[in-house]
């Protein structure tokens, strides 16, 4: 059975808004292996910022604990996602490399 990058896609991509804001499918199909992964990584960052602000508001009392915990929530799952991410293209590097010429 085969899956479809356009379907993986389309799939993520509703779950995600099921999940409400955080770390957001790409809309454009197509495109380069490398953009997609640009733009993951600046996701991964915009999260991580976004929670530091969320963190600073709150030491000086103008965002909640709530605000807080879903911040710093959205920035663990998207870092865990860059890291499952960057573990399975490390597993087909090492496959590859496996092959016999």
């Given at each position: 059975m085969?899956?479809?990058?356009?379907?993986a896609l389309s799939a993520y991509a509703q779950v995600t808004k099921q999940m409400g804001p955080g770390l957001e499918a790409p809309?454009?199909?197509?495109?380069?292996f490398a953009?997609?992964?640009?733009?993951?990584a600046?996701?991964?960052v915009?999260?991580?910022?976004?929670?530091?602000?969320?963190?600073?508001?709150a030491i000086?009392?103008?965002a909640g604990v709530t605000e807080v915990v879903t911040a710093?929530?959205?920035?663990?799952?998207?870092l865990q996602t860059v890291v499952a991410v960057r573990d399975r293209v490390v597993q087909a590097y090492?496959?590859?490399l496996r092959m016999p010429i």
């Open positions: 085969s899956i479809r990058a356009a379907d809309t454009k199909p197509g495109g380069a953009d997609l992964l640009k733009d993951v600046t996701d991964a915009q999260a991580g910022q976004k929670a530091d602000k969320m963190t600073m508001a000086d009392g103008e710093l929530a959205n920035a663990e799952i998207t090492q496959e590859i």
